[in-house]
């Protein structure tokens, strides 16, 4: 029992109460029925701050005079749940949340959980199918001040979980959001939640990143001061001047960045922490708390000879940051980028787009070992960017300050002594140039901590990180909070924009005085959007959009966006492809009971099991589903419902209609009897009570009546007609 | 072992890099992806973000992690 949820294990013990073996007494009875009806709307998430409060006065009651021992010591036992797991009762009301899952209508869904930030996905899902783009936006800036930029490049985790690429294709998040954060723009419905009153208390962010952005919006709606001290004169850090404006266009930076501003929040640009501001000033000037949220700017350098001594060696970030500040110019004819990852791909289509005439990337590895997006590989070699698989750099080649070619040499891939994981070694006489005028180097970043020392209680992993503790983004320093590429090295959007908000939330409990999470939180329900109906042959059949793309011409001359975005009628179709795993929790019970009690086995949803996935089609349900409703009585989260319309009875799953058959009607009394098929088969398993010979539709009673007139017919009690 | 986008894999034990923290302990036996490989230069020793189920993303160590088989 020790895994199962404390409120789930109230209502188990609650429910032992009040059956055939529990409480004797009606009282007793009578009080665990009253705190059962309180404890599964804590469950459901229903609640309200006034039913812990009256869940004890209730058990206090067990205690009265003349209470029998059972009553009493049944009293003791709830008391001592909600002693013991007071904070996870309280977390339920307040978050709407289940950290175990046994509370089925609170567990997050896949793509929730998968989310870094833990944004509501079939929530905001289903307000975009709706067309409520500013509601759904309303939603992820709870949980993500930027989804705007998100939308354009996040790495989507939340697709990798998606259930419905269990059937077919993971439902296009990302791109949805996008269209929606546009949308609201747009329409002047992207607006700021309003702040919690001023506390008067203050906190410093270092670095205008998405880590630092997304902890500053997190405290400033808490109330705090925020200040944020950046280096650059731009917001956005990487965001900024990482990622390159065809991917990620500025105005979108800056939007979403000015909103932030809206809230009080103060950046000040050109500002290098502990040269142009040091701590004691900040210290001095009454600020409490500081998270660090420095990135990873520093690049490491490829250690070949010749590369300290021609200028046109450049290293990738400071390339992609100059081009982002407003340097346009031509890096040179033929450009050799080296490197596997995003950093290094930006760099080629970047040179490509300045002018340059070739552009080759050189990595080591094969291409299906590129840590780079395969989209993002794919539209490179469509712009014309050569790949040299394979490849080690050795050297620069040239003469005075310039560069003539990169020595490479050609590699295989093999195991080294006493490891399975390949590595590249360089095949003997395999030399050869790659002919060069600049040479790009992007084959990773670290923290650059210059600056730093202020700090002097923090620790640095030894991978140059600062090392915190996940749960709240502390670092060993008191007050001192990190998030970020600075805490995970360069990393992903969202995993910083997560990390800012758990910083903020930590911060916010540091200042109050309330002791830190053990580990990070399980992310929170905000709503329970109603489903989206549609046919078992639409929902199975809704492919998803192609994302129309800018010509190739100006892909490769412009810094316009590359892609174009979806069509609104797509945009909605493709939300309301979404299975709504915030509904159905997959448990499978549905499956068991049709094929397992029933018999029937019509559902056929092999998306269930996230392991061991097998065929799913809502369409084949329709074949031999009765619509008896014995999955949807059985279905703990409503996910499958039984209802009727227009004179049919419909089974749908989450909004998805599998089944729908003509009612029939009792045709002596008129009484409704169900679907034709449900009336085969009830007659089929009582076959041997009713007359096989019936081919009237009839009630039981009306059979039952027919049968007795018959009999008592037969017997000679009445006379036949 | 090298760790692609989209692996399928599973926190087969604890590992003994001090980037594991206590509460990694409750992520052992779960399976997942990989959805952010060591992106800059193909490094054991780096941190993988992994998708795992149930149990949200989380950046780990690669020596307790083994892939399952199947991409997505």
Known sequence: MDKICPVRQTILFLTQLIGPQGLPDPKGRRICEQILVLAEEIAEGTAGEAHLPAIEALVKECNDAGTPEQTRQAGRIIQGLLTDHREVFVNHIQTRNCPTHDCGKLAPSPCQMACPAGIDIPTYLALIAQGKDAEAIEVIRRDNPLPWVCGLICTRPCEMM??????????????????????????????????????????????????????????????????????????????????????????????????????????????????????????????????????????????????????????????????????????????????????????????????????????????????????????????????????????????????????????????????????????????????????????????????????????????????????????????????????????????AIGGGKRAADAIDRYLRGIPQPRAPRTPVRHKTEPVIEMTAHEKMTIKPPEMPMLNLYRRRTTFQQVELGYEEADVRREAARCLRCDICRRCGKCVDICRDKMGINALKLGYLDFDESGPTDFRVTAESCITCGACAANCENNALKIDEKDGRRRLLLCGTILNSQTIQYCESCGAKLGSEAYIRFIAGKTRSMTQATETRLLCNNCLRRKAAVSNAANSGALPMR | MTFQRGDKIEVFKASMDDAWEDYMNDFIGCHGFIVDPDTSVNDPDALVEVSLEGKGTHRLPQDCLRRLGDQV
């Not at chain 1, 723009?185 to 205008?208: D, F, H, I, L, W």
């Not at chain 1, 880590?211 to 705090?224: D, E, N, P, Q, V």
């Open chain 1, 162 to 495: 998606c259930v419905r690429a269990r059937i077919d294709k993971a439902i296009s998040i990302k791109f949805l959001k996008a269209f929606a954060a546009e949308r609201a723009m747009s329409e002047r419905a992207y607006t700021n939640p309003t702040p919690q009153p001023a506390n008067g208390k203050k906190v410093c962010v270092v670095g205008a990143g998405p880590g630092g952005l997304s902890c500053a919006y997190y405290l400033a709606l808490m109330g705090y001061g925020v200040r944020i001290i950046e280096a650059l004169p731009v917001p956005g850090g990487m965001l900024m001047v990482g990622i390159p404006r065809y991917r990620l266009p500025g105005e979108v930076i800056n939007r979403e960045v000015a909103m932030i501003e809206d809230l009080g929040v103060d950046i000040r640009y050109n500002t290098r922490f502990g040269k142009d501001v040091t701590k004691d000033e900040l210290d001095r000037e009454g600020f409490e708390a500081y998270c660090i949220a420095i990135g990873a700017h520093k690049a490491w350098t490829l250690s070949i000879e010749g590369e300290k001594e021609f200028p046109k060696v450049i290293e990738a970030v400071r390339f992609l940051r100059d081009v982002a500040l407003g340097d346009h110019h031509c890096p040179g004819k033929n450009v050799v980028v080296v490197g596997g990852g995003n950093v290094a791909i930006d760099a080629a289509r970047t040179s490509l787009r300045l002018g340059a005439e070739r552009v080759t990337i050189a990595y080591r590895r094969t291409r299906a070992q590129m840590p780079a997006d395969v989209e993002e590989v794919e539209q490179a070699a469509e712009a014309g960017i050569e790949f040299s698989f394979l490849t080690i750099p050795t050297a620069i080649k040239g003469e005075g300050h310039n560069i003539h070619a990169l020595a490479c040499i050609k590699a295989e891939l093999k195991a080294k002594k006493g490891a399975n994981r390949l590595a590249p070694v360089p095949i003997e006489g395999g030399e050869f140039d790659i002919r060069a005028d600049v040479v790009i180097s992007a084959i990773g970043q670290y923290v650059d901590n210059e600056g730093m020392e202020a700090f002097t209680g923090i620790d640095w992993s030894r991978r140059g990180t600062i090392d915190v503790n996940h749960a709240g983004m502390e670092t060993a320093q008191p007050g001192v909070f990190a998030a970020g590429d600075a805490v995970s090295g360069p990393a992903t959007v969202i995993e």
